[in-house]
């Protein structure tokens, strides 16, 4: 599983959690965060997205 964790700047604050396949691709991913922060109306014309990979595994 690959989990989406989306945080407002600078609060820090967590606006939405999504869990994925862990083989999906970043790029379906990146396309499925932004439909969904558009559909919840958090994401707005000329904000800034910025993402990031961290890969942790946990034993």
């Given at each position: 599983m690959k989990l989406t964790l989306i945080l407002e700047?600078?609060?820090l604050k967590p606006l939405i959690f999504?869990?994925?396949?862990?083989?999906s691709?970043?790029?379906k991913i990146f396309q499925e965060v932004m439909?969904?922060?558009?559909m919840r109306?958090?994401?707005?014309?000329?904000?800034?997205v910025?993402?990031?990979k961290v890969i942790?595994?946990?034993q």
């Amino acid at each position: 599983m690959k989990l989406t964790l989306i945080l407002e700047y600078p609060t820090l604050k967590p606006l939405i959690f999504l869990l994925h396949p862990a083989n999906s691709h970043e790029a379906k991913i990146f396309q499925e965060v932004m439909k969904e922060l558009r559909m919840r109306r958090i994401a707005r014309r000329g904000d800034i997205v910025i993402m990031d990979k961290v890969i942790l595994r946990v034993q």
